[in-house]
């Protein structure tokens, strides 16, 4: 069975510009939930998608933003980056949803603003 | 407002002795954590959770207790090996989102 897939795994972009990060669940999981990894923060909570719906979403601007498709492939998109969205970005997926289940994550996307 | 800490950000330990991973929370509505380890350029790897209703669960070398009165968990390791050297992350289940601690970054010595 494979694991949650996320592309690409490294990113280098400008200031203002925008990014779109990919997420592949684990077959059968329809939960999607994203995550930004950094030194100082730890691990936050972006949002968290379910059937094509956003159910929940973290204290990120408006910036950050996300989407579901009917395969349940998920994808994040950032806008007018700036250099404090440097991070590791993890995708997870679970069954239902993280209610009393683990989540399964990715390897990440390292993305680095410049 | 960080509502899980682990306030050690490292840990020694020699191999084949225990180590203990220290972890408290503040938000009395969280019924269900987790411990993930993390190596570097990786994604977090599921260890072992724990539901509010227990206060203890094993796995292997794996123990995880609760005291919910304290509002603290910690994850036991026996014995440990070198391979266990890693980041640890506790996390609690708010029923949509995972609330992580800092890590617990973990070295465990021939």
């Known amino acids: 069975k494979a694991g949650v897939t996320q592309t690409p795994r490294y990113l280098i972009k400008t200031r203002g510009q925008q990014v779109t990060l990919s997420c592949s669940p684990i077959s059968g999981h329809r939960s999607v939930s994203w995550y930004q990894q950094t030194p100082g923060q730890g691990l936050q909570f972006l949002f968290e998608?379910?059937?094509?719906?956003?159910?929940n979403k973290g204290n990120f601007p408006g910036r950050f933003s996300g989407r579901q498709f009917s395969n349940s492939r998920s994808e994040m998109n950032v806008s007018t980056l700036e250099l404090g969205d440097s991070a590791l970005y993890l995708c997870?997926?679970?069954?239902?949803?993280?209610?009393?289940?683990?989540?399964?994550f990715g390897q990440g996307t390292r993305l680095t603003v410049v | 407002d960080q509502q899980v800490k682990q306030n050690s950000p490292s840990l020694s330990v020699q191999e084949g002795r225990i180590s203990i991973l220290n972890c408290d929370y503040t938000?009395?509505?969280?019924?269900?954590f987790l411990w993930y380890k993390k190596y570097p350029a990786e994604g977090p790897t599921f260890l072992i959770s724990i539901s509010s209703i227990k206060d203890k669960n094993e796995d292997g070398r794996f123990t995880v207790f609760l005291n919910k009165s304290a509002k603290h968990l910690s994850l036991h390791i026996v014995p440990s090996q070198p391979g266990d050297s890693a980041v640890y992350f506790c996390?609690?289940?708010?029923?949509?989102?995972?609330?992580f601690g800092k890590g617990t970054s973990l070295l465990v010595t021939p």
């Open positions: 996390a609690a289940n708010s029923g949509y989102a995972l609330n």
């Open positions: 938000n009395s509505m969280f019924d269900y």
């Open positions: 997870a997926s679970s069954l239902v949803g993280q209610l009393r289940t683990e989540a399964f």
């Open positions: 998608y379910f059937s094509e719906t956003q159910r």
